[in-house]
Each structure stands twice: as C-alpha cells, then as structure tokens.
C-alpha cells in the first residue's frame, strides 16, 4: 500500500516538473531564432497601387498581423498609430496586415478607428502563413537592411519608453537597448 502512494506521488512529482518545463518562456520548442533572418517579400494592394515589402527597404518596418475580431489587436490599434505618427518622420512605418475574411467590416474598422498607417487585408492568411503567425496580434521589426530584427507575439505597449527608444535608435542605426 505503501508503495502505490510513493508511486502515485512521484507520478505526480514527474507530470508536475513536465508542466513546469513547458511553460517556462524560454522554452522554444526547439525552433531557432529568427533575428537575423531575411524577411519574406511578399505582394499587396496599397492605395489601389500593387507593391511589395522590398519597396520598403531603407525603413524600420512595423509589420502588424492582426484582425478586427481579435480584443488585443483591437485593443494595441491605437498606439501603432501613435507610433506611426510619431516614428514614420524617422523612417519608421508600421504595415498592418489584416487576416479579415470580412471587407467591410475590415473597412469600418479602419475609418472608425482613423488609421492612417498602410494597411492591406489578406482573407486567405496566405501572408501570414507564410512568416509562420500563429496567434494574433502578432508582429515583426525589419531593419532597413531587410532582416528580421524581432518577432512579439501578443499585445505590445507600442507607445511605452522601452519601445519608443528602441525602434528610435533602430531608426539612427544606433544598437538598441532590448525592451
């Protein structure tokens, strides 16, 4: 009887410290960083005018995936478009790529919410897919030189100090301080 109680327990113990390791942030799952890697060109429809990510080479680009559905995508919109009006003179453009199934819904969101920063809508999530988004809002910094500086996953206070500086120094070819 004895026994099955420390059997049970260290069972226990065992699927505890599993939980444990899995949850842990810097548990990665085995996948390598992307920092340093080149961003994935892809095609859109800006102001009616087809171009693509390459033709924002030479700026820090904010590259949003998001969706009008999504709380916390709703919920950051306001300070992209802060960061936007207040970086973009640097060389800092926010490029916001919708997943909206849902034109006009996409649409209203954009003239209730006054966005200013690019944007394009991608229904079939093909963008997306592509750079591996699995949860949304979720974002990448590209240097001017075209790599991937940074990928956030979630809601991010794109209006705090931390963040400001470091997409400030990015801009003046500065090392950044991490957030």
């Known amino acids: 009887m004895w026994m099955r109680r420390i059997l049970s327990y260290l069972a226990l113990a065992g699927a505890a410290a599993l939980l444990i390791v899995f949850s842990i942030p810097s548990y ?22 087809p171009t693509d990510l390459a033709a924002l080479h030479g700026k820090i680009v904010v590259l949003n995936f998001w969706a009008t559905w ?12 802060h960061l936007y009006t207040k970086l973009n003179p640097l060389g800092v453009t926010v490029l916001g790529v919708s997943v909206d199934d849902d034109a006009s819904a996409y649409q209203k969101f954009l003239v209730d919410h006054g966005i200013t920063f690019p944007t394009y809508r991608d229904p079939n999530k093909k963008i997306s897919v592509a750079y591996g988004t699995e949860m949304y809002p979720e974002t ?6 075209g790599k991937i500086e940074r990928k956030l996953i979630g809601e991010q206070d794109w209006s705090s100090p931390q963040m400001v500086s470091y997409l400030t120094a990015l801009a003046k070819g500065q090392t950044p301080t991490t957030f």
Request: hydrophobic share 30%.
């Open 28 to 49: 990665n799952e085995g996948k390598p960083s992307i920092a340093g890697r080149n961003a994935q060109n892809f095609s859109f429809t800006l102001n009616g005018q």
């Open 140 to 145: 990448y910094i590209i240097g001017r030189n």
């Open 70 to 81: 999504c709380p916390p995508c709703v919920d950051e919109t306001p300070a992209l478009e």
